[in-house]
């Protein structure tokens, strides 16, 4: 598999379109022509990163933070980001980032964290809704499969955490080829009746153009009968942030020490627990949530776990949930595993390997 397929595929499963305006998701260094001799996969790309991926025979690092955030005007080695540049070029190494793209998919970051501590109902916080359109194909039955899979491989088909979804009928199409045309089957001249299927898919508004592209492009027909209906349904189509349920409540003492041996966390800082009695929904979200407080409040949660919050940040806790920070890395440690299986779905013919290098900056005394 080359870079470019590689990247292809990841674009797909984590949409540019869904990374919030500051960040810089997708390839930032690399050739796309290279064939992948291996993958590594981590949360942040230090230099012993780069190392580690030569080391162990990856030239493909699939990170969660961008390397590069903003303009690189240079690359001389002036501080540490120019310096990996430099090193993943001269290694050849490309390096890919999944970050805010990987947050707000469905089954992102902060899932990831909410199937940790075992919740349940697990929802968006803060949800993206999207238009929704159904797409109507008719094909010959003997090429409704070629279709349907150009549809699923572009996001088309998908409801909640469903996917492949489609509905058919089987029927009579009829058509009449006149001069200029080169049909499929019938002749010039004739009306033709092919056995056909009437078959519908839901596509949100995000992934419409390319699931278009992609069924004239499986379609054998020279002009495929393609209809387009918008509906008045949205769909929860990705999100920041989790809230969910807590099979058994616990005394918020109890869920701290969870929470802590749950995330390896060698500190954690909290407010005020006196105020809950039992900590029965949770929000979360990986990274720097603090700014959801006021949504996991309007969503009922007894208490808010993320990281990077500020000193007058947990004085929210006053007038909603229970303000947990853990940590920056600590909440996102498992996305390494949303990668992996990512990946896995891809029936990769290349070796996935985890970074083993400490790349959290932070010490605790
Ligand atoms: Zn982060």
Redesign the pocket.
Known sequence: MKVSELTKYLDREFPLSLQESYDNCGLQVGDADSDITGVLLSIDVVEATVDEAVEKGCNFILC??PLIFRGVKRITGANYIERIIRKAIKSDVAIYAAHTSADKIIGGVSYKMAEKLSLENVVPLEADNEQVYKVVVYVPVADKQKVSDAVYANGGGSIGAYDCCSFSVDGAGTFKANDGCNPYVGNIGEIHTEKESRVEYVVSRRNLTKVLKAVDEAHPYEEPAIDVIKLENTIVSAGMGVVGDLKTPVVPLEFLKRVKETFRCEMLKYTDINKVETIRRVALC???GSDLVGLAKKMGADIMVTGDVKYHQFFDSYDGPIIADIG?YES?QYTKEIFFNVLSKNNIKFAVQNSTIKSNPINYL
Do not use: T
Request: hydrophobic share 0%; no cysteine; charged share 15%.
């Open positions: 969660h933070h990986g990274g720097s920056h996102e």
